[in-house]
Nanobody
Framework: QVQLVDSGGGLVQTGGSLRLSCAAS????????MAWFRQAPGKEREFVAA????????LYSDSVKGRFTISRDNAKNTVYLQMSSLKPEDTAIYYC?????????????????WGQGTQVTVSS
């Protein structure tokens, strides 16, 4: 496991943009697949995006494809989620997640490291 600290959430208007960051501790960050999930009140946690270890694939949920971009800076042990064209239905707590040695995956149970979550609220 690796310790994760996610940040960057806030209140934005519909159509606005926001960038989330997730800083990871430990070694061999480049060998971890990183992902973002979100959870709205009363809803189950859902997959948003994932980025495999260096040279790996990316994966997006249909609801965010074309609007969100996941990226990583291995030198800084950080993964980002750039969110554009935000909608009220994007409102949720966003969590970053990590798993050593796997490719991009959408199933939450595959990840064993999680950030504390950062709130994103999109006003209508």
């Amino acid at each position: 496991q690796v310790q994760l600290v996610d940040s960057g959430g806030g209140l934005v208007q519909t159509g606005g943009s926001l960038r989330l960051s997730c800083a990871a501790s430990g070694r061999s960050f480049n060998l971890y697949t990183m992902a973002w999930f979100r959870q709205a009140p009363g809803k189950e946690r859902e997959f948003v995006a994932a980025h495999g270890w260096s040279g790996g694939s990316t994966l997006y949920s249909d609801s965010v494809k074309g609007r969100f971009t996941i990226s990583r800076d291995n030198a800084k042990n950080t993964v980002y989620l750039q969110m554009s064209s935000l909608k009220p239905e994007d409102t949720a707590i966003y969590y970053c997640a990590a798993k050593y040695g796997i490719q991009s995956a959408a199933r939450a149970s595959l990840y064993d490291s999680w950030g504390q979550g950062t709130q994103v609220t999109v006003s209508s």
